[in-house]
């Protein structure tokens, strides 16, 4: 079979082709003379498959969508505390250049404005490293996310330099403030080398994959940030990524996501995808007209928008069932399937606790569950164990391990675990659970 999904993303990028309003950033010379024609969008799986369809070659500058990856690179360098202490994570609700600074902490309010950005960058490498230092730590982060060696545009970088008034403006104000001891300017060429390096919408779509894998990059298997930091960067991209649009494209659009002034934009759906589109006239906010547009279109049709709620863990338990062994002794037998996390693990625990439920022998069977977080494993396993001292006999029936059970640091040491039922002979049915019996009424 032919996957339909190429087709799926051909056609809408012939739906969008049309529109051109907007305009091609004014203020980066090389950004001002793209193709405003060019039009991409590429979308990578967590295991580092590629759907792409139009210009997926095109390289552009990565501009504004670095931040959040440097915001990482320096979270792993210097620690959530140490990182907290020079820039904060409060959505600012301005435009990406504004001067400004948090009025109580007098720290930039967040890393995914310019004067949060620049910070960043001023923690990279020892204290005090030169232009050429940080710009090869940023250089070389950056491809650890992409997978492949990333190089600088110069000619953009150059472009950008010299009408860098603003960002001049800003580090200024950073330095006067001792936000940070480098030297303004080198700190502004610093980032402006950052902003040049260059991708394709496939890159930005694997760097995004990286993030919405937990950190874990799907093409190297390198994990480039630990999954507490990615959980950081993911949240202030939500929150902060898309400036004074923010709350119009969460609500609307709600997959967390980064722009930048050469008209990429790239969305993390944590667990599931990275996407990034290219198309280089903007809107007022300095987002990608088309690429803004594609990403709604994407979260309607595709279900992406991160707050729509998923299906709620009733179905966990899928059989709930008593028996008699052949010595008369009550046996239970709860079958459990899918993923289990906390609320899921809660549902079992209220059933464990039903009165009037005595048992002799409970067996939890997880043959059909795909996966257990830990807090659901250390809930489970606390109330096996609380079973045990009311004199209850504990069976997993756990072939794969789900409970991590077996071996000498099993949590449940004198639990029986069993790859099937054959063993458990003679076992008689005597009643069905409550859950089936109110089912069959209702039908
Ligand atoms: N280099 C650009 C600037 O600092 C990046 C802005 C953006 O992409 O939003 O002005």
Redesign the pocket.
């Known amino acids: 079979m032919r996957s339909p999904i190429p087709d799926f993303l051909d056609e809408t990028l012939d739906r969008f082709r049309p529109d051109r309003s907007g305009e091609n950033a004014d203020y ?1 010379p090389d950004l001002a003379a793209a193709d405003p024609e060019k039009l991409a969008i590429c979308i990578s799986t967590l295991d580092g498959v590629e759907y792409t369809s139009g210009d997926a070659d095109h390289e552009f500058s990565i ?2 969508m670095s931040k959040p990856f440097i915001y990482g690179l320096a979270l792993e360098q210097e620690g959530l505390a140490g990182v907290l202490e020079k820039v904060g994570v409060e959505p600012s609700g301005e435009k ?2 504004e001067l400004s600074l948090d009025k109580k902490s007098g720290r930039p309010l967040n890393p995914m404005i ?1 004067a949060g950005a620049m910070t960043i960058h001023s923690l990279l490498g020892d204290p005090g490293a030169g232009l050429a230092e940080r710009t090869e730590i940023v250089r070389a982060g950056l491809s650890r996310f992409a997978g492949r060696e990333l190089s600088i545009d110069e000619e953009v970088a150059n472009g ?1 330099w010299r009408e860098a008034y603003r ?1 001049v403006a800003i580090a200024n104000m950073l330095r006067s403030y001792d936000i940070f001891y480098d030297d303004p300017d080198e700190v502004v060429r610093g980032y ?1 080398e950052q ?1 040049a390096i260059t991708v394709t919408v496939k890159d930005l779509a694997i760097m995004a994959a990286t993030l919405a894998g937990g950190g874990h990059n799907p093409l190297t298997g390198e994990q480039v940030l630990s999954p507490r930091v990615n959980r950081q960067v993911l949240a202030v991209m939500m929150t902060c990524g898309m400036y004074d649009a923010a709350g119009d494209w969460m609500t609307e659009i709600g997959i967390p996501a980064k ?4 008209g990429g934009v790239f969305g993390v759906m944590p667990g599931q995808v990275g996407i990034a589109t290219f198309s280089p006239r903007l809107d007022r906010h ?1 987002t990608s007209v088309r690429g803004a547009k594609i990403f709604q279109d994407l979260s309607d049709r595709l279900s992406l928008h991160i707050m729509d709620a998923p299906e709620p863990a009733r179905s966990i338990i899928r059989r709930d069932r008593r028996f008699v062994d052949a010595d008369g002794k009550m046996v239970r037998i709860c079958s459990l399937q899918g993923l289990i996390q906390w609320s899921g693990s809660e549902n079992v625990l209220r059933a464990m606790d039903e009165p009037g439920s005595s048992t002799n022998t409970f067996v939890l069977d997880l043959r059909r569950v795909n996966e257990i977080n830990s807090i659901a494993r250390s809930m489970l396993t606390e109330a096996l164990s609380r079973m045990k001292d009311d004199t209850i006999r504990v069976v997993l029936l756990d072939p794969d391990d789900m409970m991590q059970c077996k071996g000498p640091n099993s949590a449940l040491p004198d639990v029986q675990i069993l790859d099937s039922l054959k063993s458990v002979k003679g076992l008689k049915r005597i009643r069905d659970d409550r859950r089936r019996e109110m089912a069959d009424r209702a039908n």
């Open positions: 980066i501009q504004s990406f250049n310019n950008e960002n402006i902003c722009s930048g002034v050469s300095g």
